[in-house]
């Protein structure tokens, strides 16, 4: 299918769309890690408890915390969107996913111990960080409502907890995810000899009988010399488990060029 990755002028920046918006730096108890942790909400203007609202979870890259997506201008980039009439009014939240009880990012990111943390994530994310936003957040539930995303780290990991709690989260986005998914040689020093991988290729598929995502994406850029042959082999591997999404490439390198790009064209299309 084609499709045009372009964005308009100013979709990133602030503007009288992004008045109102609130991001709020919030602490959760979390039992995953034994230890408080803290993650961004980014709540919309005239936010009410009177009103519910769906949520975004956007995951960081291996070397990055909470703040990394601050880089990428998210609650610009959704507000011009909501004020266009281009996507729903949503909660989002950036929580750190490196989930371990000293989770300050460590000198060796690309190290089996912080790799094993982000795997983690899914632990603390289920079990801690989504029932503290349902307590404290006028949420809508249901997989209809709930969305996963994230860069790099996060993409993969998006992907991973996207395809095994399918019953939670209706959206799935990745852009420009890292290598781990599927086996393979290691790509990054000082990860061990290889990955063994979250899924075989055979598992990357949704299990049968759960329920299927109703939208997932993802993205890459074209001169991104990191991981634009793993994300090609995680495309080819949906196509042929014949699981149905949006694929596309655009000028770019492993930045926020093509993951503030992913963001805009992922909200267009979730919640709706």
């Not at 919309?44 to 990055?64: A, C, D, F």
């Not at 603390?124 to 989504?130: A, Q």
């Not at 009988?209 to 993802?218: K, L, N, Q, S």
Request: some cysteine; overall charge negative.
């Amino acid at each position: 299918m084609s499709f045009h990755y372009e964005t308009p002028q100013g979709f990133d920046e602030e503007t009288a769309a992004c008045d109102g918006w609130v991001r709020r730096t919030v602490t959760y108890s979390s039992k995953t890690t034994g230890a408080d942790r803290l993650c961004h909400v980014i709540l919309p203007r005239n936010y009410s408890t009177e009103k519910t609202y769906p949520v975004l979870y956007l995951l960081h890259g291996i070397g990055g915390d909470h703040n990394e997506w601050l880089g990428g201008n998210p609650l610009e980039v959704v507000s011009n969107l909501v004020d266009k009439g281009e996507a729903s009014e949503m909660i989002v939240v950036i929580p750190n996913v490196r989930a371990m009880k000293e989770d300050a990012i460590p000198k060796e990111v690309f190290g089996p111990v912080n790799i094993a943390a982000f795997d983690n994530f899914i632990n603390d994310l289920r079990d801690d960080l989504m029932p503290f936003i349902k307590a404290n957040y006028s949420i809508k539930t249901g997989r209809e409502n709930t969305a996963i995303a994230g860069l790099s780290m996060g993409g993969r990991e998006s992907l991973f907890i996207g395809f095994s709690m399918s019953e939670t989260f209706g959206y799935i986005g990745a852009f420009s995810p890292a290598p781990g998914l599927l086996p393979m040689p290691a790509p990054m020093p000082g990860a061990g000899p290889d990955f063994p991988g979250q899924f075989t290729e055979d598992e990357f598929k949704i299990p049968e009988g759960a329920p299927i995502p109703y939208f997932i994406m993802m993205c890459n850029g074209e001169q991104d010399e990191i991981v634009k042959k793993v994300t090609a082999h995680y495309e080819e591997t949906l196509n042929a488990n014949g699981v149905e999404h949006l694929y596309y490439t655009m000028p770019g390198g492993h930045d926020f060029t093509v993951w503030k790009n992913g963001l805009y064209h992922f909200a267009k299309k979730i919640f709706k």
